[in-house]
């Protein structure tokens, strides 16, 4: 997936500026808010759902930080995801979700605690720290 970008606002005094996000297969059209007949001057939509404010660090970044941190910032996987969702080989029907649409479901937080507590046990937490720990060795004795 290639993430497109570009800055479609500048606000100086709050030190801001506001980016637009698309992929080759997502498009400013298709990410667009709904019922937003607005236009820019360069006539695409006023506001897309990819919109994103960022906070400019002082001082401000420059070069390929500036790229990094706009990149960073980017909604990667909700992109990727929205590119699975236009994908008709994709089911994105949510049939199983619409089953339970208006039913009120009741579970005891204790049971589901347990259940991710289950995920490891404690012997599988000591082989993982132990063999963290074999490798932060190796690697400080190897160099």
């Known amino acids: 997936m290639n993430i497109h970008y570009r800055i479609i606002e500048v606000w100086p005094d709050d030190h801001l500026f506001v980016v637009r996000y698309t992929t080759d297969k997502i498009t400013e059209e ?4 709904a019922n937003d007949v607005n236009r820019r001057p360069d ?5 897309c759902r990819t919109d994103v404010s960022l906070d400019m ?7 390929q930080v500036l790229e990094d941190f706009i990149l960073m910032n ?6 990727r995801k929205m590119e699975a969702v236009n994908d008709p080989d994709i089911d994105t ?4 979700v619409k ?7 009741i579970k005891n937080t204790e049971e589901l605690l347990a259940k ?13 720290i132990n063999s963290l720990s074999k490798d932060n060795f ?3 004795t190897a160099g």
Request: without cysteine; charged residues 20%.
């Open 57 to 63: 660090p002082i001082p401000p970044l420059e070069g």
């Open 99 to 105: 089953a339970m649409l208006g039913k009120t479901v």
């Open 93 to 96: 029907s949510l049939t199983n």
């Open 74 to 79: 980017a909604p990667m996987a909700w992109l």
């Open 43 to 47: 006539s695409t939509p006023m506001r």
């Open 116 to 128: 991710k507590a289950d995920v490891l046990t404690d012997d599988d937490i000591k082989s993982l």
């Open 30 to 33: 298709m990410l667009k808010v």
């Open 138 to 140: 190796t690697n400080k």
